[in-house]
């Protein structure tokens, strides 16, 4: 079957663009980065966060392969990392080599901190009368 030559391209703007709303959502508009060498070593997309450098490689593939995690391996030997992560067409699959395969759908979340939930405690509003 043949592929058009510019999917991976589409693909890579696509996660990109859903980094970038998340981006806008949260008011952030300085985290976002790329690394390239001159050798062609890089890392897709890159987000600063308080725990360090979370690394993303963006592939329009449905398989694994080692191969994606080159570039995100050669920045964290060298500069450190948190976190990577593989976003690919494919399922979800937590932990694979260190890094964590995410399926494209969900890419929205991987931009986003996890925030605390909302708790609300009665014991703040206990009433004197009750007691």
């Known amino acids: 079957m043949n592929r058009d030559p510019l999917m991976g391209q ?11 709303k998340a981006e ?7 985290s976002l980065f790329f690394f390239r060498t001159s050798n062609g070593v890089e890392v897709d997309l890159m987000q600063k966060r ?14 694994m392969n080692n191969d994606f995690l080159k570039g995100m ?9 948190y976190s990577t992560s593989v976003i690919y067409a494919g399922l979800n699959v937590p932990g694979y080599l ?3 395969y995410v399926d494209f759908h969900d890419a929205y979340d ?3 901190p996890k925030e605390e939930k909302f708790r609300l405690s009665l014991s703040n509003f206990s009433d004197p009368q009750l007691s």
């Open 50 to 63: 308080p725990e360090g450098m979370k690394l993303f490689e963006i592939k329009s593939s449905m398989s």
């Open 24 to 30: 806008y959502d949260r008011n952030v508009l300085d």
């Open 98 to 100: 260190g890094s964590s």
């Open 73 to 81: 391996n050669y920045y964290r030997t060298r500069f450190g990392a």
């Open 110 to 112: 991987q931009f986003s």
């Open 10 to 20: 589409i693909f890579e703007n696509l996660v990109v663009t859903e980094a970038l």
